[in-house]
C-alpha cells in the first residue's frame, strides 16, 4: 500500500530551527510537496522537490532522498505565527497526491 | 500567483436540504480541480478529481449520487451536498492544477459547512 509517514506534533522555541521529517512508501514518485495549513485555513504552497538534494527558499529549506524515500523541511529563524500544520505529499505513478496526516508545530516565546 | 477562491466560506444549513459550494480559479485556467474533505485534527481527504467538460472521478467510499460535481468551464467547479446530515459537517476545499501531472495544486480558502 502507499504510506506517508511525518511526526503527529513538535514543539520547537522562537528563533530556532526544526525540521520536520517525512518518509514516503508509493507506487511510483512524480515529486513531494510540502504545505503549510494553519487552523481553520486551507493549505498553502511552500515547496516541491522532484530531484535530489535540499531546495532553499528563504527561512525554509526542503530536502529530498529518493533513494531513502525520505524528505524534510527545514525551517529556521522561527516566528510565532510558523505555528501551523506541515503536510507532506507525494504524487504517485499516476500523479495522485498522497497525503500525510501532517505534523502540528507549536512555537513558544 | 495562481487564486482560487471558494463560496461560501461557511454555511449552515438543516438536515435534508442542499448544499452548494463554488470553486473559482482566479487568474488561470484550471485544467483539473480537487475536492477535499477534513474533519477536524484530521488530514485532507480526497474526495473526488474533476476534468474540465467530463465526470469526475470519485474515490472509494464517497457516494458520487449525493456529492454532485460539475466543472462546467475551466475557471469554475461546483460541489452540491445532497441531502445533508450532520455526518456531513466538516471543511471542504478545492484545489486547482493548472497543467498536468505535476503542476502544483493551489487550494481555496475552504468552505466550513455545519448540518443541524
Not at chain 1, 15 to 35: D, E, H, P
Not at chain 1, 78 to 91: F, N, T
Not at chain 2, 10 to 38: H, N, P
Request: hydrophobic share 35%; proline share 3%; aromatic share 12%.
Amino acid at each position: 500500500g502507499q504510506n506517508i509517514d511525518q511526526p503527529t506534533e513538535m514543539t520547537a522555541t522562537e528563533g530556532a530551527i526544526v525540521q520536520i521529517n517525512c518518509t514516503y512508501q508509493t507506487s511510483g514518485f512524480n515529486g513531494l510537496f510540502w504545505y503549510q495549513q494553519h487552523a481553520g485555513e486551507a493549505p498553502t504552497f511552500l515547496s516541491y522537490n522532484v530531484l535530489d538534494g535540499l531546495e532553499e527558499k528563504g527561512r525554509f529549506s526542503s530536502f529530498l532522498s529518493r533513494s531513502k524515500g525520505y524528505s524534510y523541511l527545514l525551517l529556521k529563524e522561527l516566528q510565532m505565527k510558523d505555528s501551523a500544520s506541515y503536510l507532506c505529499a507525494v504524487s504517485d505513478s499516476n500523479y495522485q497526491l498522497i497525503w500525510g496526516a501532517g505534523t502540528k508545530l507549536i512555537i513558544k516565546p | 500567483g495562481a487564486v482560487v477562491s471558494q463560496h461560501p466560506s461557511r454555511v449552515i444549513c438543516k438536515s435534508g436540504t442542499s448544499v452548494k459550494i463554488e470553486c473559482r480559479s482566479l487568474d488561470f485556467q484550471a485544467t483539473t480541480m480537487f475536492w477535499y474533505r477534513q474533519f477536524p485534527k484530521q488530514s485532507l481527504m480526497l474526495m473526488a478529481t474533476s476534468n474540465e467538460g467530463s465526470k469526475a472521478t470519485y474515490e472509494q467510499g464517497v457516494e458520487k449520487d449525493k456529492f454532485l460535481i460539475n466543472h462546467a468551464s475551466l475557471t469554475l467547479s461546483t460541489l452540491t451536498v445532497t441531502s445533508a446530515h450532520p455526518e456531513d459537517s466538516s471543511f471542504y476545499i478545492c484545489s486547482a492544477r493548472v497543467g498536468w501531472a505535476t503542476e502544483t495544486q493551489y487550494f481555496g480558502p475552504g468552505t466550513r459547512l455545519l448540518v443541524l
